[in-house]
């Protein structure tokens, strides 16, 4: 096989194009917003949409406390017993989470008058400074919690986005680890059945 010399210039100029393209994405920090826009579009597909039959998965711990965001004012966890729980843990530098925030803040206006369910939206972020400008940039309306005490083993994983529902009965019923659609019939049945 005989490559001409122009064939790999050529070849070496298009990835020389694409390696300065996600470098100077990465410095700007707009990699992870890109990232998002591009897993969103597979949200849109409706293959990536949350199963509400992922079962149950333990009991809940409620000897926690979070902290609201805004305001560092601690919340005891058990303040939310026997309620319907929707709990995602996320990071402002996370892309699938930015990719499934657009649904679950759908999912949160749709329930938002509804007093027996909860979010939580728990950042994990290092930097709360870096989430605040993400938070405003975005102006989600659900609300952000930051961990105040040790997360519960039953709502640690190795992943975010992490996300759990919690019945009113303090069973963890859902679980899902990755990047999903929440705002979809079957889930909005899981939140509305009591």
Known sequence: MNISKQSIIKELKSWGFFVILLGGLYITGALPEVSAMIQRGLLMTGLMNASSSEGYVGKTD???QLAKFETDQAVDFASFKGKKVFLNVWASWCPPC???MPSIEKLYQHFEKDDNVVFIMLNV???KEKAEKFLKRKEYTFPVYRRRT???SVFQS???PSTYVINEKGEVIFKHQGLANYYSDSFINMLTIQ
């Open 98 to 100: 930015i990719a499934e």
């Open 158 to 160: 190795n992943s975010i």
């Open 62 to 64: 409620y000897s926690w």
């Open 125 to 127: 972020d290092e930097d």
């Open 150 to 152: 040790s997360t519960p």
